[in-house]
């Protein structure tokens, strides 16, 4: 079993839809929890980052996470084109050094 | 927000010919930076960590002889692939952490290299 499962897509939702990406973890150890976008051919982009269960809101975008079950969510309201892109979960140990990534969710917001 | 530049964006070798790659991290200072490695339509796998004044830590199955890394001052490292070949032809990221702890992990932008 991954550390991290992700589900890798595609996902094709259309333009204003509700966006819901998601990963599981087997780790209880792992206490951070950050979410990336990664358009094609460019470097991950940090989109959220928090390190305890319940929401964090910033703007459309907001970050989930359920320590008891292991769970991590990401929500885009009012989905763009300019949404679309690989959406990569990762996760970090306390006091650890190495992020472990999900594989990445591959979302096209359609017109 | 903290900034971290990948020199060159893209590059083509010759086959048996060394690629030097930088990573630079542009307005903080970094102890630490990663280097990563992405296949087409996977997610990032971690080559190796490099520490600033000490050498560097590679992951299981990286050969370090092939893949040099120096990270020889707080805001720069560089990876070096040593007589490339066409199964090195990849996607190169670094990133690095601007504090110490369990701080995000901010990337560059990547370098694509091609080996021909």
């Known amino acids: 079993q991954k550390e991290v499962e992700q589900d890798p897509g595609p996902l094709s939702v259309p333009e204003g839809a509700i966006v819901s990406l998601n990963c599981t973890y087997s780790?209880?150890?792992?206490?951070?929890f950050m979410w990336y976008r990664q358009y094609s051919r460019k470097g991950p982009e940090l989109l959220m980052y928090?390190?305890?269960?319940g929401n964090k809101e910033d703007g459309r975008f907001t970050a989930q996470v359920d320590k008891s079950s292991k769970y991590i969510s990401l929500f885009i309201r009012d989905s763009q084109p300019s949404d679309s892109a690989t959406y990569l979960c990762?996760?970090?140990?306390?006091?650890?050094?190495?992020?472990?990534f999900g594989t990445g969710t591959q979302l096209k917001v359609e017109l | 927000g903290a900034v971290v530049s990948q020199h060159p964006s893209w590059v083509i070798c010759k086959s048996g010919t060394s690629v030097k790659i930088e990573c630079r991290s542009l307005?903080?200072?970094?102890?630490?930076m990663f280097w990563y490695r992405q296949f087409p339509k996977q997610s990032l796998m971690l080559m190796a960590t490099?520490?600033?004044?000490?050498?560097?830590?590679?992951e299981q199955g990286v050969e370090k002889d092939k893949f040099l890394i120096n990270h020889a001052s707080l805001t720069l490292s560089t990876l070096t692939v040593t007589s490339a070949h066409p199964e090195d032809s990849s996607f190169y990221i670094c990133?690095?952490?601007?504090?110490?702890?369990?701080?995000?992990?901010?990337f560059g932008n990547g370098t694509r290299l091609t080996v021909t």
């Open positions: 928090t390190y305890s269960s």
């Open positions: 990133s690095a952490r601007d504090r110490g702890g369990s701080s995000p992990l901010h």
């Open positions: 307005d903080f200072q970094a102890t630490t």
């Open positions: 780790n209880s150890a792992f206490q951070y």
């Open positions: 490099s520490n600033e004044g000490s050498k560097a830590t590679y």
């Open positions: 990762a996760i970090l140990t306390g006091g650890g050094n190495k992020l472990t």
